[in-house]
């Protein structure tokens, strides 16, 4: 079977199964090797592309590919906060981020589902990001919040979101760990065990650099493979400007050689060190790809916060005008916009 890249097939190769797809949906595909020109293009490994089901193989007519905002929050409009759904205390929010206004956000962008992330503002009671998600079960994926109390009691509300409550990811923010402890303690590794069991990913929040969790992401990968990763925000790897960050991007990079993990392309204003659209985020996606494929990275608004830096459409078009940047196909920027999200998470957006 003939791929459609732009690339020059280099081989043939048959990709393992990926975690939560079908073997029968994988086939051959060309192996290709990105040439990124901009500096660090040697720590770049071939990019592997598969095809999204075997109904693509069955040469079935195709409908435009779904795009799915792999990244966003939604929170109670100060109304509901009063009445049902109440704030954290002191994590009020200062944006506006109730899902009406994110259904017209998305409506007007043209972004047809997304993984709703917990927000802090909540933080343990998931509530009211519950009841959006069975409002709108065809629109949204939930992604709940691990609770790392010593009293594993977050072992058991993480097991009850997923199997109760239909929540299909989990978070794991460093920041929650009690002081002094890592994310691999005891409760972590029982958190993530279980994320692997129940067939939900890992998504890792590294606010304050990947290289102060680098160690702990690799040993969960390394002792629990079965449990998929998601690398919130590019792993809060800026494009690299000294040593300490080539070092950190770098080690991004080496994730690539862990199969189940995936990279958000997500919240570009928060990794980009330039306005709207982020053009400097050219490189680092290019060597992205170029690590762990396009099937491996999705894209993530980070709504509503990236609502007073572009626009929530403005983050959507940002990523089409980056790829335009580089030696990315169509086919490329299908993967990244949605394609990659939906075969992660199968049968959760319905046609």
């Not at 192996?31 to 193989?57: D, E, G, N, Y």
Request: aromatic share 10%.
């Amino acid at each position: 079977m003939k791929g459609s890249f732009s690339h020059n097939p280099m081989a043939m190769v048959v990709r393992l199964t990926p975690l939560l797809l079908s073997a029968s949906a994988q086939v051959p595909v060309p192996v290709v090797q990105l040439k990124c020109p901009w500096p660090f293009a040697h720590i770049s490994t071939k990019t592997r592309f598969i095809v999204s089901s075997a109904r693509m193989a069955a040469n079935e007519p195709q409908s435009r590919t779904k795009i799915i905002d792999s990244h966003l929050h939604v929170w109670a409009s100060p109304q509901e906060a009063a009445d049902k759904y109440p704030y954290f205390p002191g994590q009020e929010p200062t944006l506006p981020g109730d899902v009406d206004f994110l259904l017209k956000s998305m409506e007007e962008a043209g972004v047809d589902g997304a993984l709703i992330v917990q927000p802090i503002n909540h933080k343990f009671d998931h509530s009211l990001v519950t009841s959006v998600l069975k409002k709108y079960p065809s629109k949204f994926v939930g992604c709940c919040l691990a609770n790392p109390t010593e009293d594993r009691s977050g072992v058991k509300q993480l097991e009850h979101l997923i199997l109760q409550d239909n929540y299909r990811a989990v978070r794991f923010n460093p920041y929650l760990w009690p002081s002094g402890q890592q994310m691999t303690n005891e409760v972590g590794k029982a958190m993530f065990s279980k994320a692997g069991e129940l067939g939900v990913p890992v998504g890792f929040m590294c606010t304050k650099g990947l290289s102060l969790h680098i160690s702990e992401i690799e040993e969960l990968c390394t002792e629990f493979p079965s449990t998929t990763v998601l690398l919130d925000h590019l792993a809060f790897c800026k494009p690299p400007i000294n040593d300490e960050e080539k070092l950190a991007f770098s080690a991004l990079l080496k994730l690539s050689r862990f199969p189940q993990v995936y990279v958000k392309f997500s919240a570009l204003f928060r990794v980009s060190r330039m306005p709207f659209p982020y053009q400097d985020l050219s490189h680092s996606l290019c060597q992205v790809v170029s690590s762990f494929g396009a099937n491996r990275v999705m894209w993530g608004s980070d709504f509503p916060f990236v609502v007073p830096e572009c626009g929530y459409k403005g983050a959507k078009e940002a990523v089409s005008l980056i790829i335009n940047r580089i030696p990315l196909s169509s086919t490329d920027l299908e993967w990244i916009m949605g394609r990659t999200v939906l075969q992660l998470f199968q049968n959760q957006w319905l046609p």
